[in-house]
């Protein structure tokens, strides 16, 4: 009896619930425009402060990362340049530094730096040669281990947009990185990088966030605009004031917005001088003045870059003779070997200096194509290939490789009976 009037009043309490509910009763005037309410959302905290607040604290040394703040945690630097000038070779040079506290091209890291420098276009054997730096930087034993305590290599390739993002950051947290490199900075990019809607999502979203997060600033190598085809020496216009350079590079405002600081390399006319102009922030950089000279060491085997003297710099701006000049002197239908190139200059009033100047710039990918000439090493029975070059790109059939190949199977099927 007493289960029963137990039953009964379990029903009677369910009953009483359900038809008390706005949405499990039938009362549907009851029911009518009632909405189920969320949980109330914590309330925004927020993280800035007013201008005392920022002037007590003061400057956050620790947020430095090189110069007196010309890149600090969190933010980010764009070295921008044409192709084929050696800019991996400038990361290299510069990181190799950075990681055991000294300064690289002028500028000085606040401490001995964890890097991890995430690249796409270099093989192995590029990094390799790249590495052989390390041997003419004169450091020390306890700065070799330096580096290799803190600098660390990932090739990352197949991966663009936020799959990227994903790999940068587990790599930061794995390396307890203070800066994360990117060369290049297109190649992680998985939109049109002349899109400003593209750029904003991917710099000011993933990427972004990626270094707020985790409190690291960055170093980007990128390109620069390609010049016109009527124009086919951009480096022989006067020079710009130093600020307008930022505007060169390759995807235009919003890049150059994002980007706190930026390095922008150009030789100085077609000489092995260039030009590293900090468009932006340069007195953070402790640089007496927005532009500093380097060129490639006399040794091009130490990839090693070096400062430029004043004397240099100033014999690089007397350079006369334009790339069409030069380009005329390769055959327009065949090959011309390197020393036979260089004795033909002379001949045609060309210094040492314009002949070196202009031949790196007629290989460069940034070349106009009018204007270009092509690698076209020559196969040598007797030891390494000899160096030539052609206003085309050399088939593969008539590489040193493909060529050797030839002859040995040719050999080969001369001596053996079987293949005869």
């Known amino acids: 009896m007493a289960d029963k009037a137990l039953s009964s009043k379990s029903a009677d309490f369910r009953k009483a619930v359900k038809s008390s509910h706005p949405v499990l009763g039938n009362d549907k005037e009851q029911a009518k425009g009632t909405k189920l309410e969320s949980p109330p959302a914590d309330p925004y905290k927020p993280k800035g402060g007013t201008p005392l607040d920022y002037l007590a604290r003061g400057i956050v040394k620790d947020d430095i990362l090189l110069g007196d703040g010309l890149l600090e945690r969190g933010g980010a630097l764009l070295v921008v340049g044409p192709s084929g000038i050696g800019k991996s070779s400038i990361a290299m040079q510069a990181d190799c530094l950075w990681a055991c506290g000294l300064p690289a091209f002028g500028i000085q890291p606040q401490k001995a730096l964890r890097i991890v420098m995430v690249q796409h276009e270099d093989s192995y054997?590029?990094?390799?040669?790249?590495?052989?730096?390390?041997?003419s930087l004169h450091l020390s034993k306890e700065q070799k281990e330096l580096v290799g305590k803190n600098f660390w290599i990932?090739?990352?390739?197949?991966?663009?947009g936020d799959d990227a993002i994903k790999e940068m950051e587990e790599l930061i947290k794995?390396?307890?990185?203070?800066?994360?490199?990117?060369?290049?900075?297109?190649?992680?990019?998985?939109?049109?990088i002349s899109d400003p809607k593209d750029n904003i999502r991917f710099l000011y979203g993933g990427y972004g966030r990626l270094l707020q997060t985790y409190k690291v600033g960055s170093v980007n190598f990128h390109h620069k605009t390609k010049p016109p085809k009527n124009n086919s020496n951009s480096s022989t216009v006067p020079d710009k004031p130093y600020y307008e350079t930022q505007y060169d590079v390759l995807g235009g405002s919003v890049l150059t917005n994002f980007f706190r600081a930026q390095i922008n390399i150009s030789p100085i006319k077609d000489s092995r001088v260039f030009n590293f102009t900090l468009s932006k922030r340069f007195e953070l950089a402790e640089w007496e003045s927005p532009r500093q000279m380097f060129k490639w060491h006399e040794d091009h085997q130490q990839h090693l870059w070096v400062p430029a003297s004043v004397a240099e710099a100033q014999e690089a701006?007397?350079?006369t003779k334009t790339l069409e000049e030069f380009h005329k002197l390769v055959p327009p239908l065949s090959y011309i070997a390197k020393d036979q190139l260089e004795l033909r200059s002379r001949e045609a009033g060309f210094t040492r200096a314009e002949f070196r100047g202009l031949l790196e710039e007629?290989?460069?990918?940034?070349?106009?194509?009018?204007?270009?000439?092509?690698?076209?090493?020559l196969y040598n029975p007797r030891g390494a290939a000899k160096s030539a070059y052609s206003r085309s790109e050399q088939p593969e059939s008539e590489t040193p490789q493909a060529v050797k190949a030839a002859k040995n199977a040719a050999d080969t099927a001369r001596t053996d009976p079987n293949l005869l």
């Open 125 to 135: 054997n590029d990094l390799a040669r790249q590495s052989v730096v390390i041997n």
């Open 154 to 160: 990932e090739t990352v390739r197949g991966k663009i």
């Open 174 to 192: 794995w390396w307890k990185a203070d800066l994360l490199v990117l060369n290049p900075l297109s190649a992680y990019h998985d939109g049109n």
């Open 317 to 319: 701006k007397k350079i």
């Open 362 to 377: 007629s290989l460069r990918d940034d070349t106009p194509d009018e204007l270009r000439i092509y690698p076209w090493p």
